[in-house]
């Protein structure tokens, strides 16, 4: 019989199964081959499989040795086939005896997570998801994608995982499924045929870990700049995107950095699901296991669009995937590509990236809120007269009118004066604001749901807002006045509501509608 071993291949953020086949014939000459769509990584995997298992004191088959990656019509990438084609030439030549053990028993308790029986012995590979990448000692190293591999061997109904050591804590935030963290080929012998009795990996408390979050910097650090932190406020209320503008040194980064601390802390849902797209990219620190803090992503201004957006021969997730659930802060946000700035426009509205390639599509989760600053000038500072205003207006020119649309506020953030820097602090802090932000959001989930309210359609909006004449009044000024296009209306309507819901109010008010009015600075200017 020819054994067979589950292993997985990414797909973006996702994980599809791949089986592979060990085909060890002892009545042809010695050669090794790989069919099934293998990239350059996966073809010199039997190099590492080879070199490893004779320095770990295992027989190398003199016979010729196939190796199908199934499916056949799907690419192959990466080191992390390593393992399981050598769990299969082990198999194959005997090292391991899948018929020997049985497969743990899965015990339903009636409710939550199953439970396994432990009194199984060994594991059988057939039942068992494997991937790992093999150093020429034997010694197994980590991969990227485990937590989309887990997911996939819980769907599949699969007894247990088989992954690096090093990748065991990030394997188990998902429940459901054994996880067995190992750090040699050896070891993977004597789980398979039962004779090492090692422990699968405990199940992380996701919810635990999210409790124990706190802010890494405070508003209260943050000097002047109030009328700032009150459009922050309305912006984490709502999911806003947001731009300040004011000159260098004003603390715009330092403001941009503490926004996370007071937004909602996330879900376990959503904890995962960025979790599982640094582990993809590779990005996850294997110390920590889970992202618990909303991400704040900042790329320089030189990045590419496939850096930004997401790209590549083989997709890979960009900024503002990695930035999802959290915020992408875009500084000297004219200095950016105008291309790179405009292919964001789409991801900006659909909260998805959609990456087209010959060989299939691939869609990242974008779900972030935009956070950019800009100085009025290439110089930092306008200069007094006419001629700084010229140059202000150039330096803005260079972003496009539909961009900033789809910004919600645009905010002034200007020098803070000599009195404030010297006093003491005593401004806003990050738990008033964030206590604000929480109610603003509770009531805004009372009447809409899960849906923040910079997604609202024009039809939402219209059910849900009651606007009191005089402030369909007061909208309809500004609208005339300012020459605002129908998007940057329905985001004055978004901004408004999410307003009123950090005043309390049941309805629209004028005052309401005028603060929404005073955010969108960039259009006066421009």
Known sequence: MIPKVRSFLLQGIDALPVEIEVDLDDTQIQKEIVVGLPDAAVKESLE?????????????????????????????????????????????????????????????TGGGAPAFDDESLGLDPRRVLIAGELALDGRIRPIRGVIAMVTLARDL?????????????????????????????????????????????????VAAMLEQTHASIDFAEVKGQESVKRALVVAAAGQHNIVMLGPAGTGKTMMAKALPGIMPTMTPAQAIEVTRIYSSAGLLDSKRGLISTRPVRTPHHTASSPAIVGGGVIPRAGEISLAHHGILFLDELPEFSRNVLETMRQPMEDHVVTIARSHGTVQFPASFMLVAAMNPTPKGDVAPGEVGQ??????????????????????????VAWSELSAKATGTDTATMRAQVIAARERATRRQGDVPNSRLR????????????????????????????????DKIRRVSLTIADLAGSETVR???VGEAVQYRLLDRKL
């Open 510 to 512: 004028p005052e309401h």
């Open 48 to 108: 590492r499989v080879r070199s490893a298992m004779a320095n770990t004191g295992y027989p190398i088959p003199v016979a010729r040795l196939l190796i199908n990656l199934a499916p056949a019509d799907v690419r192959k990438e990466g080191p992390m086939y390593d393992l399981p084609i050598a769990v299969g030439v082990l198999v194959a030549s005997g090292v391991i005896h899948p018929s020997t053990v049985r497969s743990p028993a899965l015990v339903h």
């Open 458 to 489: 024009g039809k939402q909006l219209d059910e849900y807002m009651a606007v009191e004449s005089s402030a369909k009044s007061l909208l309809q000024q500004a609208m005339t006045q300012l020459g605002l296009s129908a998007r940057a209306y």
């Open 157 to 205: 109904g699969l007894d247990a995982v088989l992954v690096p050591a090093a990748n065991a804590a990030e394997a188990s935030v998902v429940e459901g499924v054994r996880v067995f963290g190992v750090s040699h080929l050896s070891q993977v012998v004597g789980l398979f045929n039962g004779e090492l009795d090692l422990e699968p990996h405990p199940t992380t408390d």
């Open 390 to 415: 010229r140059e202000m207006q150039r330096y803005l020119s260079r972003l496009s009118g539909p961009l900033l649309d789809r910004i919600d506020l645009h905010v002034e953030a200007p020098a």
